[in-house]
């Protein structure tokens, strides 16, 4: 958490490489949960594919190269339908469509992430807005965590987190909500309503992913549950 709190404040390529090796580690496990769930993506080219957005932004960022850009993401996309014809794979289609998900499991989220630091808030590099989302993700988290500890008695999906409880997602809201509050305080150049607007938007879609990411675990036997 460190390293992510502290890189974007030593500049837009200390940023950029922390948050590029980042998304290499996130796109390593997922193609090895794709293995051990049967599928044989191709792993070299849904890198990349996986990669394209944050490595593009860093690049291109200020150029306004945006048609080629998404251009060369589709160009990977149907690489990767080609060179699935000489495979001759089982489950062909299971294997492009993983390889695919990488862009949008984690490509496209980590691409967004430059749109933050060059914000239209700011004429230049500015990392308030990527603070208050991994700020707002982390207390939001512990808080649910500790919540459903001391309190949290109703599971939300008990058959995916047993242990995640509707006590806990409150508790979690309410001090994410906190966390959005106080800075809206202290970073008064973004207006209060989009901060609120960001910061309620990442609550919701932080708590989704994780349920997603459970549900995906569970599938593949790493979670079991816990009576």
Same mark, same amino acid.
């Given at each position: ?18 948050? $590029? ?31 394209? #957005?944050?490595?593009?932004? /860093?690049? $291109? ?30 489950? #062909?289609?299971?294997?492009? /469509? ?17 749109? @933050? ?5 700011? +004429?230049?590099?500015?990392? +308030?807005?990527?603070?208050?989302? @991994? ?5 939001? +988290? /512990? ?13 939300? $999906? ?11 997602? $409150? ?57």
């Amino acid at each position: 958490m460190t390293v992510l709190l502290g890189s974007p404040f030593l500049g837009s390529w200390a940023f950029y490489l922390v948050y $590029f090796c980042l998304a290499s580690l996130a796109l390593f496990e997922f193609f090895t949960l794709a293995r051990k769930q049967g599928s044989s993506p191709i792993i070299p080219i849904g890198i990349l594919l996986g990669l394209w #957005p944050i490595l593009s932004r /860093s690049m $291109f960022h200020e150029k306004g190269w945006n048609t080629p850009l998404v251009g060369v993401g589709i160009g990977l996309v149907m690489l990767i339908f080609l060179i699935e014809l000489f495979r001759n794979k089982s489950k #062909p289609f299971q294997n492009i /469509s993983m390889s695919i998900m990488a862009l949008a499991y984690i490509g496209i989220p980590f691409g967004i992430l430059p749109e @933050l630091v060059f914000s239209p808030y700011y +004429d230049t590099y500015s990392v +308030d807005l990527l603070i208050l989302i @991994l700020l707002v993700i982390w207390v939001h +988290d /512990s808080g649910a965590y500790l919540t459903g500890i001391l309190i949290g008695r109703t599971p939300l $999906f008990k058959r995916i987190s047993p242990k995640k409880t509707i006590e806990g997602l $409150f508790g979690g809201l309410v001090l994410g909500s906190g966390t959005i509050w106080v800075f809206s305080m202290f970073f008064t150049e973004i207006p209060t309503l989009h901060v609120w607007i960001f910061g309620l938007v990442i609550m919701i879609f932080a708590n989704f992913g994780d349920f997603i990411e459970s549900m995906w675990k569970r599938s593949l036997g790493i979670k079991t549950l816990v009576k």
